[in-house]
């Protein structure tokens, strides 16, 4: 006898209204290599009658009379004479497509070791309406896993191994449902392959007698199989190792959180019959994680698609059947888990998905949201219902949807509101405004103290008062720190002059320029020194110095103002004469013995001038006199060594330009990492050139910011005004950072950088010409449609730790960087309460620190007012924490704030809209990547730069948006 390719064992009982349905689609199939075994399980209407009737007409079909009164008793009476290498489960009320056979068994034909192959389903509704496809990809990874955890497969979405269900026992005829999980489960234990077929090949009939009918039932039984699930199964005679004591239990993923998934999807389904049987008991497990709210109102929204027999478009229309049940159901999820918020989440992610599927034929209330269609063209005023503070619109344009709009509202949505709506999302302009209006749309909106916009004006006037009578005083407007603009005049005089405008421009008293003063003293020539010239002496602080080691010194400088600040400086010094003097332009006094000419020839217009006043140095000097030289190395002169980043020649080619003057010989030279100090001697008739003697030094005084931020220690691969000329592009990386500490909880290390770590980023970006920018002129950038310059990057940092003022702060000065810190403004000096489950909270930015360092060039934008993701938050909470928490950034600030980052990057369809109305123009949420010209202001992306990760990590992602 023929041994058919598959055995497809149908039980039925009292089918009499399906079966035939069921039947023919195996007759329909392309493949004809199969048996059909039929179990009559006690049927008491046609359903023999209809059987017979097959098997007559084709020796296919088989039957087999059962009084199991159970599917899984007559399943396995079927298993006991089929005969197919292959098993597949065809309840009576269900049916596969005509391909089914065909492509499972060519995927399994690809997979000779594997002992399954399963499809994607959908439900069919009592009118016939199909549900979306379902299907579990994590089956075909972690089959185990996942059956351990949930029943991820329809029964007749499969083709098994018939020796291998035979060898497990069959279906476990205990279980008054959940007996096809519990089977999957075991041939999922044996750790052997199951392959997928992407394609929703099964359909599944749904009526009011067909989900078991016994909520609680199933749920006494998915209880006992997920228990099964993990734990040690010795029904299993040969499971894979890594199965055989159970399901991994890990990151929360618990037998308890399984049963807790079931247990949700089971209320939803029973709110969606109408009942309203909650228990909290078994939702107690269930994550009250922000990024699992999605996901439970996924499973919620199943379910009541299962319960209501309704497709996702029928859901919202048929909301007054289950509504009621359903938030009461989530209300009691946010008491589980102590958390309202988390709960008013879930609503609100589960009623998107609701208008998200509606055509809003009319009006559709939901628990916090209106959906409507609205004329754009001539739109009314619509009032909010109790408990609504969400809108969900169709700008309706001659009868077609011309937009989506979704936004939070406080009041009432004027007919002014709905045309301004239309407007910015393009579907009409504002020509339909009436006479009076239009002056009204021009000025804002009319104080209607019930509208939107009256209520949004009552809560800014609320967070004024609240930001006046704080204790914290305000700070007058702080202007931007800017580089000094490009110098066009050619007056030398003048533009020195307007240097010295303010007193000590370069900061001489500090520790580094005085360790430079006393190295340029200890390189004077040995002896007595008779008649000195000090070039370029500024304000006379090394001109003090020096005029002790000198029998008459001669200091000039171009400056009559440095001068005269020197003059009252050495006034006490009898042997100084000062003067105003050009040395490039006019004759230098001659028969000197020493000239000093430090920090001063960068500023000469081009080498071919440095030759020039070096001969001039020659000619004054008296044959035997010395030059002392102090200059700085500059990346121009060699860009692969440390040296300051300006744009003019250094110490290097000063030198080298210095001794290659005839008549100039060097005899000695200092050199430290950042600057050489030169002494060359004037050679008389008849002397003979030495080598120099070479002194290479450490720095050991601190280098103050002034100096530091024009640094590029070791060298730079490019630099910035090179790129700033060659380069043009549209997107640039935004990086989002947390903490700098060495220190912190370790369930936090992803958000904190070692300042090592943080400090080799910020090198590597300097050295790279990248230039920082704020969120402000990003935005400059997009509305415009400006090409970004060179290499822009915006440094953020979220939550506003203290340690970005002790660490991260004086590295991005060091590398003339600055960053935007988004404060969390209600818990400003006190400390981050949200990662308290993680560890001890990190201690925050205080109000003086926030002001220093705006003075000192940092920005600062908003983290909201309390750190609470803002898809919890109601609309009326969300604005309140907008607007308060702009307005206590700008009083710290003295700075108009613009912009601000969603607390755990976590954004709604609300936010963008109710953020611009609260005085917003930019905006971080949750998207990641470059951001680039098309980029909505509002909702940028960011690259979120991890503390666990590499510098090799950083430079390829940076590297990434250049490429």
Not at 335 to 346: E, I, L, S, T
Request: aromatic share 8%.
């Amino acid at each position: 006898m023929h041994n058919p390719l598959v055995s497809i064992v149908v039980p039925a009982h009292n089918a009499e209204a399906t079966l035939a349905r069921a039947l023919d689609c195996l007759l329909d199939q392309e493949t004809a290599d199969w048996e059909a075994i039929i179990v009559d399980d006690a049927s008491t209407d046609r359903t023999p009658a209809i059987i017979a009737g097959y098997v007559e007409h084709d020796a296919r079909f088989r039957t087999l009379s059962s009084c199991a009164y159970s599917a899984a008793g007559a399943r396995n009476s079927g298993i006991s004479i089929a005969r197919g290498q292959w098993l597949m489960f065809l309840d009576a009320d269900d049916w596969v497509d005509a391909s089914f056979l065909a492509k499972m068994l060519a995927a399994l034909k690809t997979a000779p070791d594997a002992v399954a192959a399963y499809c994607g389903s959908r439900r069919v509704m009592p009118d016939g309406e199909l549900a979306p496809s379902s299907i579990s990809t994590e089956v075909a990874s972690q089959p185990f896993e996942t059956f351990a955890r949930r029943c991820a497969v329809r029964t007749h979405a499969l083709l098994v191994d018939r020796k291998t269900i035979v060898e497990l026992g069959g279906f476990d005829v205990s279980l008054r449902t959940c007996e096809d999980w519990d089977l999957w489960q075991r041939l999922a234990r044996m750790g052997k392959r199951w392959v997928m077929v992407d394609e929703p090949l099964a359909f599944y009939r749904v009526g009011p007698n067909s989900l078991s009918g016994n909520s609680t039932q199933m749920l006494v039984d998915a209880e006992i199989v997920i228990a099964r699930g993990f734990s040690p199964d010795p029904r299993v005679e040969h499971p894979a190792s890594a199965h055989a004591n159970g399901a991994i239990d890990a990151n929360g993923r618990t037998a308890a959180e399984a049963l807790a998934w079931f247990a949700l999807w089971n209320a939803a389904s029973d709110c969606g019959c109408g009942a309203r049987p909650i228990n909290p008991r078994f939702l107690r497990a269930l994550p009250a994680a922000r990024k699992r709210a999605r996901e439970i109102a996924k499973v919620v929204f199943d379910g009541i698609m299962a319960g209501s027999l309704s497709v996702p478009a029928q859901l919202a229309a048929r909301w007054d059947r289950f509504g009621d049940s359903i938030t009461e159901l989530i209300i009691e999820l946010g008491k589980v888990w102590n958390d309202p918020a988390a709960g008013r989440r879930v609503q609100y992610h589960l009623e998107q998905m609701l208008l998200d599927s509606d055509d809003l034929a009319a009006p559709r209330r939901l628990a916090r949201t209106l959906g409507i269609r609205v004329d754009a063209r001539n739109p009314i005023s619509i009032e909010l219902p109790d408990g609504i503070d969400q809108i969900y619109a169709y700008l309706m344009m001659d009868g077609r949807i011309g937009a989506r709009v979704q936004f939070g509202a406080l009041g009432k949505v004027t007919r002014l509101h709905w045309i301004e709506l239309a407007s910015q999302s393009g579907v009409a302009d504002k020509s339909n405004l009436s006479a009076a209006e239009a002056p009204l749309s021009m000025a804002g909106h009319p104080s209607d103290p019930d509208s939107h916009f009256g209520k949004l004006a009552r809560l800014a006037a609320e967070a004024q008062e609240l930001v006046r009578s704080s204790a914290e005083p305000a700070e007058p407007l702080a202007a931007l720190r800017r580089k000094p603009a490009a110098d066009h005049e050619t007056d030398r005089t003048s533009f020195w002059n307007r240097r010295f405008a303010t007193e000590d421009p370069w900061n001489y008293r500090s520790p580094y320029e005085q360790e430079k003063y006393e190295r340029q003293l200890e390189i004077l020539p040995a002896g007595s020194i008779g008649r000195a010239l000090e070039l370029a002496c500024a304000e006379g602080h090394f001109t003090r110095q020096l005029a002790p080691r000198v029998g008459h010194l001669t200091a000039t400088d171009i400056s009559s103002v440095a001068v005269e600040r020197a003059r009252a400086r050495c006034s006490d010094q009898p042997n100084v004469d000062f003067g105003v003097l050009d040395f490039s332009a006019e004759t230098l006094p001659g028969e000197m013995d020493l000239i000093v000419c430090s920090e001063v020839l960068y500023y000469l217009d081009d080498l071919a001038e440095l030759r020039r006043i070096a001969k001039k140095f020659v000619e004054a000097l008296a044959p035997g006199g010395s030059l002392i030289s102090a200059h700085a190395f500059v990346l121009r002169d060699n860009v692969e060594r440390t040296g300051f980043d300006w744009n003019t020649f250094g110490a290097q080619a000063i030198s080298q330009t210095l001794a290659a003057t005839e008549g100039l010989v060097l005899e000695q030279s200092i050199q430290t990492e950042l600057y050489r100090i030169d002494r060359f001697r004037r050679l008389s008739s008849g002397d003979v050139a030495t080598e120099p003697v070479i002194d290479h030094v450490p720095i050991r005084a601190p280098i103050g910011i002034g100096v530091a931020r024009n640094i590029v220690w070791g060298g730079a691969r490019a630099l910035r005004r090179d790129v700033a000329r060659s380069e043009r592009r549209q997107c640039l990386p935004v990086l989002m950072y947390h903490g700098v500490s060495d220190d912190g909880p370790a369930a936090l290390a992803r958000f904190r950088l070692t300042p090592a770590a943080f400090e080799g980023q910020m090198k590597w970006l300097r050295a790279n010409g990248f230039h920082a920018i704020t969120s402000e002129q990003l935005e400059w950038f997009i509305a415009n449609r400006q090409l970004f310059a060179g290499r822009p990057v915006l440094i953020t940092f979220d939550d506003g730790f203290q340690n970005f003022a002790n660490h991260a702060w004086p590295i991005l000065r060091a590398n003339d960087l600055t960053a935007e810190v988004f404060l969390v403004t209600d818990l400003v000096g006190e400390s981050a309460r949200w990662d308290a489950d993680s560890g001890s909270p990190t201690q925050l930015l205080d109000a003086g620190t926030v002001r220093r360092l705006a003075g000192e060039g940092a920005f600062f934008g908003s983290h909201l007012a309390t750190h609470r993701a803002i898809d919890g938050l109601s609309s009326f909470d969300l604005a309140a924490e907008l607007l308060r928490s702009r307005m206590f950034v700008e009083r710290w600030t003295g700075r108009p704030t613009t912009a601000f980052a969603a607390p755990f990057s976590v954004t709604d369809r609300r936010l963008g809209r109710l953020a611009k109305e609260c005085g917003y123009r930019i905006g971080f949420g949750g998207k990641h990547g470059p951001a680039d010209l098309d980029c909505d202001p509002i909702d940028l992306p960011r690259i979120e730069i991890r503390g666990d990760r590499s510098l090799d990590d950083f430079v390829a992602r940076i590297e990434a948006v250049l490429a």
